[in-house]
């Protein structure tokens, strides 16, 4: 069965890190661009930040921009999101999500479960 595994949630003080990582289970990483996304309580899922396949090219939620960075390795074929200055307003279901490009609205091949981040004192 083919899907992604998002690892590296949990509770964390407003203020602090965590890193999050996307593996894959039953294929590779390295041909997909991989888009992180978070659905807080009551709202909508949204887009947090995509990598393009080759690393060459990031975006990101202009809320996270200069606190959340994504990247990848390739040795270990995973994409990671390290996020840095966390608000409980980051409070979210974190997943990832692989597609052939970062544009590639809605037309996504493969998608993980989702990891709990909670931001809390």
């Known amino acids: 069965q083919l899907h992604l595994v998002e690892s590296g949630g949990g509770l964390v003080q407003p203020g602090g890190s965590l890193r999050l990582s996307c593996a894959a289970s039953?294929?590779?990483?390295?041909?997909?661009?991989i888009t992180w996304f978070r659905q807080a309580p009551g709202k909508e899922r949204e887009g947090v930040s995509c990598?393009?396949?080759?690393?060459?090219?990031?975006t990101y939620l202009d809320s996270v921009k200069g606190r959340f960075s994504i990247f990848r390795d390739y040795a270990e074929d995973t994409v990671y999101l390290r996020m840095n200055s966390l608000r409980p307003d980051d409070t979210a279901i974190y997943s990832c999500?692989?597609?052939?490009?970062?544009?590639?609205?809605?037309?996504?091949?493969?998608w993980g479960q989702g990891t709990q981040v909670t931001v809390s004192s």
């Open positions: 039953g294929f590779t990483l390295r041909n997909y661009a």
């Open positions: 990598i393009t396949s080759r690393g060459d090219s990031a």
């Open positions: 999500a692989a597609s052939a490009r970062c544009d590639s609205i809605n037309q996504y091949d493969y």
